[in-house]
Nanobody, 129 residues
Framework: QVQLVESGGGLVQAGGSLRLSCAASGSTFSDYSMGWFRQAPGKVREFVAA????????HYAESVKGRFTISRDNAKNTVYLQMNSLKPEDTAVYYCAAPPRQFGRTWNALSTQEAYRYWGQGTQVTVSS
């Protein structure tokens, strides 16, 4: 069982930056790929970024590529999402998630929410224009 707690959301002006953190507990963090998803009001939850458990390979949605960076610190049991050049359309609740242990290396495997078993409660990001 994995417990996930996000933090770092808030209100920022367009063009600004935020760094989200997701602290994991309950199992061996380094055995889990990790993902970030987001859900805007009235829209379905969508994939943002993922990082694999083996090799730390990263994957991004096209809409955030070049602006967002996912990283992990296995010693701190934490995954991060550095968000730069934020746009109003990035406004959403951001969720951290983990698939089953030692699962997932490819974009296809990690970009669908059905692959994920554990979810955090979400953190709100609001980007004003």
């Amino acid at each position: 069982q994995v417990q996930l707690v996000e933090s770092g959301g808030g209100l920022v002006q367009a063009g600004g930056s935020l760094r989200l953190s997701c602290a994991a507990s309950g199992s061996t963090f380094s055995d889990y790929s990790m993902g970030w998803f987001r859900q805007a009001p009235g829209k379905v939850r969508e994939f943002v970024a993922a990082i694999t458990w083996l090799g730390g390979i990263t994957h991004y949605a096209e809409s955030v590529k070049g602006r967002f960076t996912i990283s992990r610190d296995n010693a701190k049991n934490t995954v991060y999402l550095q968000m730069n050049s934020l746009k109003p359309e990035d406004t959403a609740v951001y969720y951290c998630a983990a698939p089953p242990r030692q699962f997932g290396r490819t974009w296809n495997a990690l970009s669908t929410q059905e692959a994920y078993r554990y979810w955090g409660q979400g953190t709100q990001v609001t980007v004003s224009s």
